[in-house]
């Protein structure tokens, strides 16, 4: 296309390209977007090398003109433009995220790579937002354990990242539209993302808390005292305070434990008990046992309870367990009630809210079915499901006769977020795409788009504009209308509004600084609560709000409704029935 | 847990890990094992930097002794030996893909990287192969598009690369077995990946050929005759012969194909016909249109096939067109059609054999649909599809009525390849990792394996023994059991005999070549034909064969069976009923 586009002496035709999602992911009603940062980096970057245009030359046919090469090989993006919303805020569909404006050849060239860096982002960025709804309870941790079942090590990377943006964080919103704080404050702690990934490259380069337990390998590796052989442990608050014998220790606290807990002590695993007294005696103050290598409630619990106890006479605190396998829901409750049967016998409090870890095939639908059935698991371990839409629900056999929440239903052919990248204006003149598919039909021209608040801060619609049009002002009502549905309109009254798209990148430099990986976390936690909570109720059972045209679809202004519909009559051709 | 182990002295624990996985991707019978290559390049330059250990200190625990660090800082994969299946064979559940051999700790801290690199490369390996069975007929052509659906740009090249390596190579087989060369002559064009990338720098980075067409957006960049520049054309056989009006000539064709083809030239879009015209001046002995930006039939076509028309008077072939959206079996047909009148009208007898790529939204599905309806599609452009296991099958309400191959049936919770790494062996004691799920059972010691083939070179069975078993002899009978049903057993008498294994790595060295990406598509090929073909008709609609238990289910030696249920027994407790 480039060289196409060369050789009729198009180089310094000028386009606008929206990229833009026409479905939200999971079946939702909401869309986090990111990878807009990448986007820059690799602008900032573009260059084809010296190999790349040997590679070219060598594989486009013989008749390409050689001052072709020399154009590629001078190629840069000084003359883009580029416009997008800000990383981390909730988008929809139809609204742009990014606007490209320049050379038409360079804007083209860049779309593979947007779609590419968008897409995948955008689509865990949201799934993890989703996790976190799921998960309900503010006091329930997700990490991220997926690097072994990605599309290799980078889209193990990508998912790290864009898991992690959307978690809540620990600073104080400050540029937050006015929201009542009362309501609002105990669905806060609901929102954002992920709390850590497994992927320690990640941790490094993104700077993620890095998070995990030991595998089932760490304890099948043991076979008993023998596999140990330093079991020496200081006292943590006592220096001068030494236990020799760490693993005897354990041992008499499991002769003490099995009858307390039932639990035939011959049937509790001597290897699985030297494993975590290893792993106590390396991290005294993060033990965390995988208990199901053996059998949970027969050997893992005990030996856990042995090795946490054992700790505890030495002023450390156990963190809890891990379960990756069975009935995810049974088994955390029957731990949970021998913590609480420990923690009262022996007069250790703490140990009644040890946590326990679930990270068995975790995804939407296990841990809604988990919160119907009622667990005490405190946290997810996910991977596989964090970076696509499985199909999980219609055919399990064994799931629960409940009402399903509408955002699991299946979403079979969207395994991706697609994202689009089109054409719609070149050197100042409007571009159209039909499609026998009105859903498919581009909104052509240059637009600009503002998303117009209630008076309580609630986010109402996305309201997209020609340029030459006045900005909707505040209290002072402006028509939204269906760009494609006539009848559909509604008369808007903001008591906000604000411009969706800000400059990033212009004259060959960034226009603003890329947000921090940090900001980008607070600018998702600030986006999504604007979101409307009857919104975000159609993420749970609750039936969704019938209102004039569903919220949050995009607005079209009726100038830009009739600039649309004028040039789609002029490009479609009247039929001629004979 | 490489600090537990170190902290536990067992850095001279000397482990075997098998890598094997449980299930078929897509409900299927194969895998075809892929990113071997990868992980011997993992293990060659397996080292932690200063960074990385810097990044550690901080991370870890501060408690964590500092000798660690520096026995992590000289870690390197020279102690480790690695044996495998070749890259690129069809491997089956259960049967292990790696042994890795050498001290704990490093073998350990492998297994996530090791993990990542096989199962999305065997996943795209085995998916590349079905398609092509799928696609059936054996001129037809698939071409990867999925880099901008992938998980960012490492997942797309990888998609590229790995379903490229089970594509039919055009070399000779030399080293298969001996199969009747008739009855598999026509089988053999069905089997094998994908032809080409849209991917480009997969295509430089592998030499995998590269093919595209342009985009929607291409048409839309031209409003009519004056976006073009240079209409000139040489004749492709004659220098002196130039048609300086390219476009005109287009029109001229319009006019007459117009009336031919009963289409209103007035409905054709003149900017659609202005970018085939200029795509076809750049690459005149390329031209492939893609027709349905505006209207497949009533101007696309008529478009495409003037400026073909226009090209074929200079000398010059067009190859055909691309169908992006619509009903794609009917608007084939169309096409189709269409090229045949023109072909007989004007006398174009290469015009009736124009290719037809199709390219929306195409999944396995889709084919099989679209051979059921019957279509015209020479070529597919596979996307979104490619890298995952998507379920697209149950809700689709407008699917045919028919019956369903068994290998597009729903493969809910199965969207990765599920390898994974388990501890076998340890200072030459048998490990066993117990589930309440039999089929979680790992199968203890290390363990050498055979293909056992058919007198007429089919595989029958992959047989597991120990390794102080004598390997099993040619036409001489053995016994093969089920590892965990005690009632599966059959003698098989095999023809031939292949060790599966071979060492790839020990010593700090390669032990062998790592194979060119040319000889693992080789291996696909080789290793496919030895499928039976009731088994490859597992992948049809034909009732699957009922054999004594199920073929290619692995099967173990009679010490081997004996051996994993004594441990099992040893290790699992006896259960006491109170």
Redesign the interface.
Known sequence: ?A????????VD?Q?V?DLFFRKNPFHGEFTIFAGLSECLKFIQNFKYTE??IA??KN?L?S??EPEFFEYLSNLTCEDITLYALKEGTVAFPRVPLIRVQGP?IVA?LL???F???V???SLVATNAARYRIAAGKSNIKLLEFG?????????????SKYAYIGKKSQCTFISCPPINQGSEQKHLVHEGGFDGTSN?LA??LFNIP?KGT?????V??F?GAE????TKIVHKNDPDQMETDFFGKCLDWRTKLASHLKI?K????DGELAAFA??A??????FMALVD???VS??GLLNFASVALALNDLGYRALGIRID??DLAYLSRVAREAFHKVSKEFDVPWFASLTVVASN?I?EDTILSLNEQGHSIDCFGIG??L??C???????KNRLKTKLPKFIV?C??Q??L??V???VE?NE?P???????VE?VTMPGKKIGFRLYSSDGHALIDLLQRPSEPPPEVCTRVLCRHPFQESKRAWVIPSQVEDLYSCWWTDGHLFQDIPTMEETRQNVQVSLRTLRQDHKRSLNPTPYKVVPFRIFQVGVSDDLYHFIHDLWLE??????LS
């Open positions: 296309m060289y196409a586009y060369w050789k009729a002496r198009r035709d386009a390209f190999s790349d590679y070219l594989t046919p008749n390409v038409l083209q779309e593979t790579t779609l590419t860096l897409n995948y982002a690097l072994r079942r990605a599309q290799g090590p980078d889209g193990g990377l990508s998912a320690v941790g490094k890095v030991h595998a089932h390998a760490f099948t590796s076979t596999d140990l052989a330093d035939l011959e049937e509790a695993h290893s792993y005696i390396a991290f005294p103050d993060g290598t053996y059998d027969r050997s396998s069975g095939d995804n596989t499901h970076g696509m499985d199909d999980s629900i219609a055919p399990k299946t079979q052919r395994p991706a697609g994202c990248y089109k054409l070149i003149k571009k159209i795409k039909l499609s026998q598919d498919k490009n479609q051709p009247i039929g001629e």
